[in-house]
């Protein structure tokens, strides 16, 4: 997982589903190898977080297909990491019109509609992918039970957005996003071992991400365990290729580590 992504989303996604096949009237299957490739650098500047780049060329490729649902759905992620919430929906209502049965498809539709703001929406698409027949093959149910889990959330049901967050990880126990949402959940209502706990598996989940740092600094400092975060921050700041941003925000963090050291020894 990249840091751009974790920044950009706090909902559940997915790129493309395992096996497309785009539209055979569309192009002769001499193409196919070019359209896959096309494909492939629109994911690949998603992945590495070059999203202007990324909707350029979603665009040409709905241009030419309008009507694969591969592509619809990549046009929507395009534009849900550009926050054009009203156009993911609109590009991923498409690629699910399309192919109905498609649950990645209407995943990613959830995660425009949350964007957007229309929760109802969002939980009655999600409820309604839980109960389709193809859930029992899916592969990631995690991030289906990790966007019910958002929508609670997001309407103030921190009980139920806690049981989801639960159940997302009870499929995928490292799963990133879900640990972050899960951890915020339990250091707002005072269970910060939980918390800790959590931000320790995020942070062995993807050892270039900051935020489970900050959070355990914050809630280690809390404790007053100076040492425990120090040893937290200079273990993040170890990686290598660290972005300016990334090196202002260890600075910051070994300020506050710093200032809480002195304080407790004074």
Do not use: W
Not at 179 to 207: G, M, Q, V
């Amino acid at each position: 997982m990249t840091q751009q992504s974790v920044i950009t989303c706090f909902f559940m996604l997915i790129v493309i589903a395992g096996c497309q096949s785009m539209d055979k009237t569309a192009a002769p299957d001499k193409d196919r190898d070019k359209f896959e490739t096309r494909k492939q650098i629109v994911i690949n500047s998603l992945d590495s977080g070059q999203s202007a780049q990324a909707l350029n060329d979603a665009r040409l490729l709905a241009q030419e297909y309008p009507k694969d649902p591969a592509v619809l759905n990549l046009l929507g992620l395009a534009h849900l990491s550009l926050k054009n919430s009203a156009k993911a929906v609109e590009a991923l209502e498409k690629a699910a019109s399309i192919d109905r049965d498609n649950i990645t498809y209407n995943l990613n539709l959830s995660s425009a509609l949350i964007q957007a703001g229309r929760y109802d929406a969002a939980n009655t698409l999600l409820d309604r992918c839980l109960k389709a027949p193809a859930i029992s093959a899916y592969k990631y149910k995690e991030r289906i039970y990790h966007n019910l889990g958002l929508v609670a959330e997001l309407t103030g049901r921190s009980v139920r957005a806690e049981n989801f967050y639960n159940k997302a990880l009870a499929e995928n126990p490292t799963n990133f996003l879900t640990l972050i949402k899960l951890s915020r959940i339990y250091e707002s209502t005072h269970r910060r071992i939980l918390a800790a706990d959590k931000l320790e598996t995020a942070r062995a989940a993807c050892p270039r991400c900051l935020e489970p740092v900050e959070g355990l600094v914050r809630i280690y400092m809390g404790q007053k365990k100076p040492n425990i975060a120090r040893s937290v921050v200079e273990a993040m700041e170890k990686n290598e290729g660290l972005t300016e941003q990334e090196t202002k925000r260890i600075l910051e963090l070994k300020k506050i580590v710093s200032k809480g050291t002195t304080q407790t020894r004074s």
